[in-house]
């Protein structure tokens, strides 16, 4: 089952938690071999590969991330799964800090990034967006 964007539930879910705190989303994402836009736009007959629409969608989202605050705090290429499904691999694995749940909530509901995520839609396989609040760093695992 591919997953791209949230359900309801899982929006509301998010929606439900303390929205003032820090938010950092853990981004996994695998793109499609070839990018699938909906019919009647510009692009859906072009022929790009995912990479190229996600490519496109990270040029045009960067500015709405700056505006509300946000950052890629971590980026990392991956390599192989060591505990977890074997049929999972990821093209972009990161992390992405916001000052608050608002900031983010103000990012996907910028009309600008509306523009922008159709691209994200079009690249993105499957995924997993995971919702994070900073923690204290160490040398122990918990």
Avoid at 48 to 66: I, K, N
Avoid at 85 to 92: F, G, V, Y
Avoid at 99 to 128: G, N
Wanted: glycine fraction near 8%.
């Amino acid at each position: 089952m591919t997953q791209v964007d949230p359900t309801r539930d899982q929006f509301d879910a998010f929606k439900a938690l303390d929205r003032d705190e820090p938010c950092e989303m853990l981004n996994l994402v695998r793109l499609r071999d070839r990018a699938s836009y909906p019919e009647g736009h510009d692009l859906h007959a072009a022929g790009l590969t995912g990479a190229e629409a996600y490519t496109r969608y990270g040029a045009q989202s960067a500015p709405v991330l700056r505006r509300v605050g946000g950052a890629i705090l971590w980026r990392g290429d991956y390599r192989t799964v060591l505990i977890g499904p074997q049929d999972e691999r990821w093209d972009h694995v990161f992390v992405a800090r916001y000052p608050s749940a608002h900031a983010f909530m103000a990012m996907v509901k910028d009309p600008d990034y509306a523009i922008a995520v159709v691209h994200r839609q079009a690249a993105v396989l499957t995924s997993r967006l995971i919702r994070c609040a900073p923690a204290a760093t160490g040398e122990v695992f918990g």
